[in-house]
């Protein structure tokens, strides 16, 4: 049953959801009616256009681009119910977020739980106005799934640390302005010998070089770090607390790669997708019933999905926060993805097979390069079988038995 508002709060949400269609429709430009924030357009080189610019400004300086966070540092400040309506009313006007990317997906929820003031001040204004990019210094050569086998070091050098080491598959590497990365201070202890550095990607010694994938496109790169300076006070906890710092993160990336946040699936419904490209009945229903069954199966799954992650969320936050239920998130809406995906390829038919050439639309060209694309989400964020060992000893309390 829902639940009923008390005469005042219904007045308070009316109030604030007529505040929000009054911004949009005098901030919110005609021409990216329908367009959408995604990681890649957040993250990529194409130049923001003046629409672009302008909406995202007016977003930022609204706070609105991470409406939950603390409003002293430049957030919304919103409650869970506006932020919501927020979320209601951009959908409703075809507008969309434009202030994302790996700031507000990963770093800026973690730096708030573990930055010190004076880095929450430096960094987190910049995000919710959507001036900086970061990029993620995680992986390397040897520390891939085994993440903790990470070799770049950072060494004390008095007051600052020298870098030099070799992260992979750094999301956008050559664009962003900054990275927050996992490097070791220790030798001598595998998981606590890791600490958590911000690393400013000018610095001298930074050298980025762009991984070309089969979907066409180059997101990922490999950086190398030779001699990189690093002020202490880029040290966000204590030496050592890296780890404890680097799988939080993880817990909100993997909450946003399911696509259980706020925003997290956008587009055409299959349904739209499947009448556009075959036969429709008199009353414009799909003549193909193994079809229309398996859209109505995978739309049901989706749904169920969703309502089941953004409780799990809710129920995290409610407790302090994410926590391990992401992995279980992960696992099952980055399959869903993938599905949706193949299935998309398949409505189209020949249409869903081009490459390139003047034969094919642009969403069509985008929709093979998604899918493709798609193929990396099991994978990066912690690989599939990762997750289910996470979701085996973290969230079902099994141990292993010698």
């Not at 008390?6 to 021409?31: C, G, M």
């Not at 299959?270 to 069954?293: E, M």
């Not at 799990?312 to 869903?336: D, F, M, P, R, Y």
């Not at 869903?352 to 642009?362: A, K, M, R, T, V």
Request: glycine share 12%; with cysteine; aromatic share 8%.
């Amino acid at each position: 049953m829902a639940t009923q508002l008390e005469p005042e709060a219904r007045d308070s949400v009316d109030v604030f959801r007529e505040e929000v269609r009054q911004f949009i429709a005098e901030n919110f430009p005609a021409e990216l009616k329908g367009k959408g924030l995604s990681m890649a357009g957040a993250e990529g080189s194409a130049k923001e256009t003046p629409a672009q610019k302008a909406w995202r400004e007016a977003m930022g300086e609204r706070g609105w681009g991470t409406p939950t966070w603390p409003k002293e540092y430049g957030g919304g400040g919103l409650n869970r119910k506006q932020a919501a309506i927020l979320n209601e009313e951009l959908a409703r006007a075809g507008a969309y977020n434009p202030i994302g990317g790996m700031g507000v997906m990963m770093f800026g929820p973690t730096l708030l739980e573990y930055g010190s003031e004076a880095q929450k001040q430096e960094h987190i204004p910049p995000i919710c106005r959507g001036e900086i990019r970061w990029c993620q210094g995680y992986s390397e050569p040897n520390a891939g799934s085994d993440l903790a086998n990470l070799q770049t070091m950072a060494e004390d050098k008095g007051d600052h640390y020298l870098v030099n080491g070799q992260k992979t598959w750094t999301s956008g590497g050559q664009w962003a302005d900054k990275c927050f990365a996992i490097v070791r201070t220790d030798r001598s202890d595998k998981h606590k010998g890791i600490s958590f550095l911000l690393i400013d990607m000018d610095s001298p010694g930074v050298e980025v070089r762009p991984i070309t994938m089969i979907s066409g496109t180059s997101p990922f790169c490999e950086t190398f770090f030779t001699d990189v300076k690093v002020p202490k006070e880029n040290l966000v906890g204590e030496e050592g607390q890296g780890w404890t710092i680097g799988k939080r993160l993880l817990q909100h990336e993997r909450t946003n790669l399911s696509g259980a946040a706020p925003g997290g699936r956008s587009g055409a419904s299959l349904a739209d997708i499947a009448k556009k490209y075959g036969r429709t009945n008199k009353d414009g229903t799909l003549a193909d019933p193994v079809l229309r069954d398996r859209i109505a199966d995978f739309e049901i799954r989706w749904t169920s999905f969703l309502h089941t992650a953004r409780r799990a969320v809710e129920e995290s936050k409610a407790q302090g926060g994410v926590s391990e239920i992401s992995s279980a998130l992960k696992k099952l809406g980055t399959k869903l993805g993938q599905e949706r995906a193949e299935l998309t390829i398949e409505i189209m038919g020949l249409q869903g097979l081009g490459w390139e050439g003047d034969n094919f639309s642009p969403v069509e060209l985008q929709g093979v390069r998604a899918w493709l694309y798609g193929k990396a989400t099991t994978i990066y964020g912690g690989s599939t079988e990762i997750q289910n060992n996470v979701i085996a000893k973290r969230v079902l309390g099994m141990l292993d038995h010698q």
